[in-house]
């Protein structure tokens, strides 16, 4: 099959290679139908290359069609279209019936010290071949499918995948009080999915921060107070704006969904981009034990959220040496969550959504859709913020 392979800095190629194959009774093969490119796939085109391998298959936002199952998978059959979770987890250990499949006790990478195994997204997460590909064979496969219904564009449910479940959650974990006020920093895919699922289930008012023309637009179109980046002289200046709109307070709760790649993060980016170049066996121990990000968005946030509010985090951060400002966080007795999203914690909460009235948007919320050949150059677009690139679709 052709599948999108990782193999270095900047390096996307397709290749040819082995068709994946039933390995346990607990998985299935399906044959992908649409695949999303996240912004977090851009972390492993730039930041995160210490933990890559050449060849690696990238991607985890998949759906398609039931092609086998393995004897263990009493619930699917070949012809179902389903959805698959970026992560992978068996549904029965204590983690997962306590509604925290991205902990999962069975499938999680103890040698690593990491969590539950995710598609396509290094060796710290299992190294599984991911889902920019022709097939994909998925590991418990009892569990993680969401079958939806025939009918509707893969558009209408592919975000069931990540995009829609990380936005939920992290509205779910800023814990915004009906009628209250939450910003949301980045205005990618999640950020701007995120202030769509916040306006569905109550907020008030929703501040949006970006210094993407087309992601400003697409944001403000939808009723979202938009802020430009640019509009600033720093981040105190636009820290101070979002106060004068909230009565000199700050918003009720802050979401971080830009993480590690912020801009306005010079050292740290100059520190990344020295690690990628390393060697290897050099570069992996040492972003293990030494690695830092980029933490423009989050001290924004930190300085930007009311006292007493809360703080969610749904951008990837791997920092391992990160200072972070623990007396501004006591003293303001701000809460943070975060973390990777639990997929089936949220799924059917986010289904009865996903209508022919499509409150969230999901119809067209892709801005881009490609074939699977011409996937290197989405990712290219898409790490430069060209052609109004927001969202893209592959097309295998």
């Known amino acids: 099959m052709k599948a999108l392979t990782w193999q270095g800095k900047r390096d996307v190629r397709i290749e040819k290679v082995p068709d994946p194959r039933i390995e346990e009774p607990t998985d299935a093969i399906i044959r992908v139908t649409s695949t999303g490119l996240c912004g977090s796939d851009l972390h492993l085109y730039e930041v995160l290359t210490p933990f890559m391998t050449p060849g690696d298959i990238l991607g985890h936002e998949p759906m398609g069609i039931v092609e086998e199952v393995g004897a263990a998978v009493p619930d699917l059959q070949a012809g179902d279209r389903v959805v698959v979770p970026f992560q992978i987890a068996c549904g029965n250990c204590w983690m997962c019936l306590t509604g925290l499949p991205t902990q999962c006790e069975t499938t999680q990478v103890s040698s690593e010290g990491m969590g539950a195994a995710l598609f396509g997204y290094t060796r710290l997460y299992g190294a599984v071949p991911g889902a920019q590909a022709e097939y994909l064979r998925v590991p418990q496969a009892q569990y993680g499918p969401i079958k939806v219904p025939e009918g509707p564009a893969d558009d209408r449910f592919v975000y069931l995948s990540d995009v829609l479940p990380t936005a939920w959650q992290a509205v779910a974990y800023a814990d915004v009080p009906k009628g209250g006020s939450v910003a949301v920093l980045g205005l990618g895919p999640i950020g701007d999915m995120a202030c769509r699922v916040a306006q569905a289930k109550g907020a008030g008012r929703v501040f949006g921060v970006d210094l993407v023309p087309e992601r400003l637009r697409r944001a403000k179109e939808r009723g979202v107070e938009t802020f430009d980046l640019r509009s600033f002289d720093d981040e105190k200046e636009l820290v101070a704006a979002i106060r004068d709109q909230t009565d000199g307070r700050g918003p009720d709760a802050v979401i971080d969904a830009v993480g590690t790649e912020a801009h306005g993060s010079a050292a740290a980016r100059m520190v990344q981009n020295a690690s990628a170049l390393l060697p290897r066996k050099i570069s992996g ?44 966080l006591f ?19 986010i289904i009865p959504f996903l209508t022919d009235e499509d ?38």
């Open 359 to 396: 409150p969230l948007g999901v119809d067209d919320f892709a801005t881009h859709r490609v074939p699977l050949d011409e996937a290197p150059q989405a990712y290219d677009m898409f790490q430069n913020k060209r052609d109004g690139s927001v969202k893209v679709l592959i097309k295998p």
């Open 285 to 328: 121990p040492m972003a293990e034990r030494f690695s830092v990000d980029r933490l423009a968005a989050l001290y924004t946030a930190i300085d930007l959220v009311r006292r007493g509010g809360t703080i969610s985090i749904s951008g990837v951060y791997g920092g391992m040496a990160d200072p972070m400002p623990m007396l501004t």
């Open 331 to 349: 003293d303001k007795q701000i809460q943070m969550r975060m973390g990777q999203a639990n997929v089936r914690r949220w799924s059917d909460e």
